[in-house]
T-cell receptor, first 115, second 112 residues
Framework: EAGVAQSPRYKIIEKRQSVAFWCNPISGHATLYWYQQILGQGPKLLIQFQNNGVVDDSQLPKDRFSAERLKGVDSTLKIQPAKLEDSAVYLC?????????????FGPGTRLTVL | GNSVTQMEGPVTLSEEAFLTINCTYTATGYPSLFWYVQYPGEGLQLLLKATKADDKGSNKGFEATYRKETTSFHLEKGSVQVSDSAVYFCALPFGQGGKLIFGQGTELSVKP
C-alpha cells in the first residue's frame, strides 16, 4: 500500500513570496490533516479535512495560509505572503476516519526555509 | 484542554541500555494515547498506541502502559540498539475528530 505522498520535499523562498505544498493521502482515507513542525518542537495542527469539508481550521493563520481538498482526495496548502517564522516542516497525515483511535499516517514532509 | 508533557532530551545511551522516556498528560476523559517515532530523514510513524486505561501498547521491543492514576504513558525498552536512534513523540487526541496534540519530542541517541 502506498503511503502519504508530499511534494516538494524541500523549498527555499524569500519572505513575502508565496509557496504551495501538495499532499496525496492513502487511498480511501477520508480524513486529512496538515501539521506544522517547527525545529525542536512537536507537530501542531493547522487544519483537518473530512472528505472535502473542513472540520477544524481554528489554528490556521487565515490571513496568510489557505488550504483546500478538492474532490476529497489530494490537498494543497498555500502560504501567501510567507514570513520568516513560517520556516518549518509541513506534514500531511491521513487516517481512515476521524475517530480518536484511528491511526494517522504521515508523509515525509516538506521542509520550508524562508529567507 | 488536553495537553502532553515529555521529558526533555537529548538522551544518550549505550547499546543494550534500558530506556525510559517519560510522558504525562492532562485530558478530559480517557483518550487514546500514542507514541510516534521520527527516524533521521523520515516522516513520523506510529510506534505504538493504547486505547484505554491499563492497556499496554507494544512494538519493536518498546512498551508503554496507559496509567490513568498517574496520567502517564512512559515509553520503555529493555535493550536499545543503535538503530533506535530517533526522535520520539508522545501524543493524544484533542477536541473533536481525532486530531493530535504532540509533546515536544525526545531525541534519543544510542552509541555502539
Amino acid at each position: 500500500e502506498a503511503g502519504v505522498a508530499q511534494s516538494p520535499r524541500y523549498k527555499i523562498i524569500e519572505k513575502r513570496q508565496s509557496v504551495a505544498f501538495w499532499c496525496n493521502p492513502i487511498s480511501g482515507h477520508a480524513t486529512l490533516y496538515w501539521y506544522q513542525q517547527i525545529l525542536g518542537q512537536g507537530p501542531k495542527l493547522l487544519i483537518q479535512f473530512q472528505n472535502n469539508g473542513v472540520v477544524d481550521d481554528s489554528q490556521l493563520p487565515k490571513d496568510r495560509f489557505s488550504a483546500e481538498r478538492l474532490k476529497g482526495v489530494d490537498s494543497t496548502l498555500k502560504i501567501q505572503p510567507a514570513k520568516l517564522e513560517d520556516s518549518a516542516v509541513y506534514l500531511c497525515a491521513s487516517s481512515l476516519d476521524s475517530g480518536i483511535t484511528d491511526t494517522q499516517y504521515f508523509g515525509p514532509g516538506t521542509r520550508l526555509t524562508v529567507l | 484542554g488536553n495537553s502532553v508533557t515529555q521529558m526533555e532530551g537529548p538522551v544518550t545511551l549505550s547499546e543494550e541500555a534500558f530506556l525510559t522516556i517519560n510522558c504525562t498528560y492532562t485530558a478530559t476523559g480517557y483518550p487514546s494515547l500514542f507514541w510516534y517515532v521520527q527516524y533521521p530523514g523520515e516522516g513520523l510513524q506510529l510506534l505504538l498506541k493504547a486505547t484505554k486505561a491499563d492497556d499496554k501498547g507494544s512494538n519493536k521491543g518498546f512498551e508503554a502502559t496507559y496509567r490513568k492514576e498517574t496520567t502517564s504513558f512512559h515509553l520503555e525498552k529493555g535493550s536499545v540498539q543503535v538503530s533506535d536512534s530517533a526522535v520520539y513523540f508522545c501524543a493524544l487526541p484533542f477536541g473533536q475528530g481525532g486530531k493530535l496534540i504532540f509533546g515536544q519530542g525526545t531525541e534519543l541517541s544510542v552509541k555502539p
